[in-house]
């Protein structure tokens, strides 16, 4: 769901950013601090729009973040909300709050939802 955006050269030589061209996030937070990410399509009136297409979306990048914060060991879970076009991280206190908004911000610039 990614296309190929542009490539920049660096120490490390060429990397290639991509950028998602269906989906774009925006972050809020619940009433209990923890964040959120509301999923639209960039298209509103494309394919990708439909509720189908949004929820396998937003399912399959719930299921990678719930892989990618079992990596950093966190204590939070990731609960998709198809139905309102959103993903939950559920943080279980506030010293992770800090933690989950930097989990956050890597996963939209990681699937280039910015």
């Known amino acids: 769901m990614a296309t190929k955006d542009k490539s920049t050269k660096g120490e490390n030589g060429t990397t290639t950013r991509f950028q998602n061209r269906l989906y774009r996030a925006e972050v809020g937070q619940t009433t209990a601090g ?4 509301k999923l639209k399509a960039t298209n509103p009136k494309g394919p990708f729009a ?3 297409q949004l929820a396998a979306f937003i399912y ?3 299921a990678d973040m719930e892989r ?7 204590r939070w879970v990731i609960s998709p909300d198809a139905m309102n076009g959103l993903v939950v991280v559920e ?3 506030d010293h992770e709050k800090a933690l989950a908004d930097e989990f956050v911000a890597s996963v939209i610039a990681g699937n280039g939802l910015g």
């Open 91 to 93: 943080i279980t206190g």
């Open 34 to 37: 923890s964040p959120i990410l």
């Open 60 to 62: 399959e990048l719930a």
């Open 68 to 74: 990618w914060s079992g990596d950093l060991r966190a």
């Open 50 to 52: 439909q509720h189908r």
